[in-house]
Nanobody, 125 residues
Framework: QVHLVESGGGLVQPGGSLRLSCTAS???????????MAWYRQAPGKQRELVAL???????NYANAVKGRFTISRNNAKYTVDLQMNSLKVEDTAVYYCKADTLIYGLGMELTDYWGQGTQVIVSS
């Protein structure tokens, strides 16, 4: 019941910056139980990999390749998650995907994953 829409991708020169945004929509019940939100990326011929993650409590994790350069943040009132990318390198070129999940705690824990469509980031001179 959660739909993710991404924006902010494009072409940038090495050393430049981009800011990716992801907005979640759906039923109020689903949006109110959003759990972790994250950004993944996938380069041609390579496996999709985790770039950054932020929990519902604001705890963050980053891939070693982007530590110190990327910052993930979320706005729980607007149901958005952003990725600020600085000092971009050619190796950062990939399709970036937004991911979110909902968690229901009842008789057991039920976790459901949702993915965005992906947005292209090209770092080139």
């Amino acid at each position: 019941q959660v739909h993710l829409v991404e924006s902010g991708g494009g072409l940038v020169q090495p050393g430049g910056s981009l800011r990716l945004s992801c907005t979640a929509s759906g039923s109020r019940q689903s949006l109110n139980i959003l759990n972790d939100m994250a950004w993944y990326r996938q380069a041609p011929g390579k496996q999709r990999e985790l770039v950054a993650l932020i929990t519902d409590g604001g705890v963050t994790n980053y891939a070693n390749a982007v530590k110190g350069r990327f910052t993930i943040s979320r706005n729980n009132a607007k149901y958005t998650v952003d990725l600020q990318m600085n000092s971009l390198k050619v190796e950062d070129t990939a399709v970036y995907y937004c991911k979110a999940d909902t968690l229901i705690y009842g008789l057991g824990m039920e976790l459901t994953d949702y993915w965005g469509q992906g947005t292209q980031v090209i770092v080139s001179s």
